[in-house]
T-cell receptor, first 111, second 114 residues
Framework: RKEVEQDPGPFNVPEGATVAFNCTYSNSASQSFFWYRQDCRKEPKLLMSVYSSGNEDGRFTAQLNRASQYISLLIRDSKLSDSATYLCAVTLTGGGNKLTFGTGTQLKVEL | EAGVVQSPRYKIIEKKQPVAFWCNPISGHNTLYWYRQNLGQGPELLIRYENEEAVDDSQLPKDRFSAERLKGVDSTLKIQPAELGDSAVYLC????????????FGPGTRLLVL
């Protein structure tokens, strides 16, 4: 079983839709959680960290469920510019700053 | 402020040839990472440096891959000899110590081995 798993998609949604991605992790010692955005042929860029209490940044909401070992990303009012691959990443307690990434979920927002 | 710089951006080589990638991290970032990203996959860590010390190289295929960060600033990743399966994007990232949430990635080197 992979340490971090994501549905690769693609998720094709109309502009204005709400879309949610989940990411599961296998190691209960996972400590920190992140969502990255990666545009085609570009480097990953941090979208947001995921906190235990959940956090929101504009149209983006991230949540953590430690009991079920998953994190989620909700995008409201999707824009064409949201089209990208969304990667989740985790670090392990005692693992230093090593990020373990999922395979990414591809989102395509259409007119 | 300049971001993480990598060169070359693209490299095409024949199998069994050597290749080297260079990375200059953000000024003041003492932690440097090399990741490999295969098509359709997330980045996978190859090696992590704290200053000039390699503190995590467990994922580095040491029979053909080597890396150095001699003065604790820029770094070089080498493959010798390259194999077809090494075709991937090699990403460098840097951060301040203890800040996994603040890893900044360079644009990557896209390697194609023929």
């Amino acid at each position: 079983r992979k340490e971090v798993e994501q549905d690769p998609g693609p998720f094709n949604v109309p502009e204005g839709a709400t879309v949610a991605f989940n990411c599961t992790y296998s190691n209960s010692a996972s400590q920190s959680f992140f969502w990255y955005r990666q545009d085609c042929r570009k480097e990953p860029k941090l979208l947001m960290s995921v906190y235990s209490s959940g956090n929101e940044d504009g149209r983006f909401t991230a949540q953590l469920n430690r009991a079920s070992q998953y994190i989620s990303l909700l995008i409201r009012d999707s824009k064409l510019s949201d089209s990208a691959t969304y990667l989740c990443a985790v670090t392990l307690t005692g693992g230093g700053n090593k990020l373990t990434f999922g395979t990414g979920t591809q989102l395509k927002v259409e007119l | 402020e300049a971001g993480v710089v990598q060169s070359p951006r693209y490299k095409i080589i024949e199998k069994k040839q050597p290749v080297a990638f260079w990375c200059n991290p953000i000024s003041g970032h003492n932690t440097l990472y090399w990741y490999r990203q295969n098509l359709g996959q997330g980045p996978e860590l190859l090696i992590r440096y704290e200053n000039e010390e390699a503190v995590d190289d467990s994922q580095l295929p040491k029979d053909r891959f080597s890396a150095e960060r001699l003065k604790g600033v820029d770094s070089t990743l080498k493959i010798q000899p390259a194999e077809l399966g090494d075709s991937a994007v090699y990403l460098c990232a840097s951060s301040l110590y203890g800040r996994p949430d603040a890893q900044y990635f360079g644009p990557g080197t896209r390697l194609l081995v023929l």
